[in-house]
């Protein structure tokens, strides 16, 4: 997908009318992340999982990892994280999963520096091995949308 239809599709977003309840917790910034990462797991999705090791071999401090790479990693080791595979909706699409949830509240929380609150979510779902992993690659996704 060209980075053009990939922006025409993060910029179209129902409009806060139109979300459902938990859609309208979220600002125009956590909805254009959303749609990112929704994009990458469109892209993720017939290419094989990541491992949590390989995850860590990208934050060697000689490589230079793009945005794209960086969600391409969150979401193909996710369900290693989660336990499970996460539900994403397609871009655009107004509904909100629970994971696609949890996962903004998280990278808000690491955003705005609620410590007490990452932590809380992160030890709802996340194993306390891959923790800081995830914490990581967190931060280096929504590093350009929400701060």
Request: glycine residues 4%; contains cysteine; proline residues 5%.
């Amino acid at each position: 997908m060209c980075v053009m239809s990939q922006l025409a599709t993060i910029a179209a977003w129902p409009s806060p009318e139109t979300q459902p309840e938990r859609g309208r917790d979220f600002s125009d910034s956590h909805l254009k992340l959303l749609n990112f990462l929704r994009l990458s797991a469109l892209r993720c999705r017939c290419s094989a999982r990541q491992d949590v090791a390989e995850a860590c071999r990208a934050f060697a401090p000689d490589q230079m990892v793009s945005q794209s790479t960086y969600s391409e990693l969150l979401v193909k080791s996710l369900t290693q994280f989660l336990g499970r595979p996460p539900r994403f909706f397609s871009p655009g699409n107004a509904e909100i999963s629970n994971e696609e949830a949890w996962l903004l509240r998280l990278m808000t929380c690491q955003a705005e520096g609620d410590r007490l609150s990452a932590a809380f979510l992160m030890r709802s779902r996340v194993p306390a091995h891959a923790r800081y992993t995830l914490s990581v690659l967190i931060g280096a996704v929504s590093s350009a949308f929400l701060n």
